[in-house]
């Protein structure tokens, strides 16, 4: 009997959520590594608005590869997200504390950067192929979010979205 996961059993499993943030990294990783002045990994702060917004399929299914384009799309996209990252802090410090117990994730702890260790810098996504179209999606699209917080600055970020870091 094949069951389809539904968005309860993803916000409750913390191995997905991991997937989310590698996702996110790799996303992020890929435009950053490209520009110049630019760090190659997400600042620490960045991964807390990661799954809130994975987490909403209205959102997670608006994100195209601009902000502006995403926003446009999706008119609700920043409403009640900084609230919606402070709930779910708690997931995604689970999510962290396994994906650094796993050495997925390591941080730089001078500048607070989230990088990849070098097993799992692009094996991860390569490696596991998903049957299961929600987790399919949570990866396209966390990849997507990466390459979109990587293209912009921190400032711009943060009033475009309407969050503070």
Excluded: W
């Excluded at 990294?25 to 490209?34: F, R």
């Excluded at 807390?48 to 209205?58: G, W």
């Excluded at 179209?133 to 475009?160: M, N, T």
Aim: proline share 2%; hydrophobic share 40%; charged share 20%.
């Amino acid at each position: 009997m094949k069951k389809d996961l539904n968005f309860f059993d993803v916000y409750q499993n913390t191995a997905l959520s991991v997937i989310a943030i590698h996702s996110f990294i790799l996303g992020y990783y890929k435009v950053a590594t490209n520009k110049s002045g630019k760090n190659n990994f997400p600042p620490l702060n960045q991964i807390f608005f990661v799954l809130p917004i994975i987490y909403d399929n209205k959102t997670m299914n608006s994100i195209r590869n601009e902000l502006y384009t995403t926003l446009t799309q999706n008119k609700e996209f920043t409403l009640g997200l900084q609230d919606r990252a402070c709930k779910m802090s708690s997931q995604t410090f689970e999510a962290l504390n396994l994906g650094f117990s796993k050495e997925i994730f390591k941080l730089d702890s001078d500048n607070y950067y989230l990088e990849l260790n070098e097993n799992f810098s692009k094996e991860l996504t390569t490696k596991l192929k998903f049957s299961n179209s929600v987790i399919s999606d949570i990866q396209i699209y966390s990849k997507r979010l990466g390459g979109i917080f990587a293209k912009l600055d921190e400032k711009k970020l943060q009033i475009e979205l309407n969050i503070l870091f």
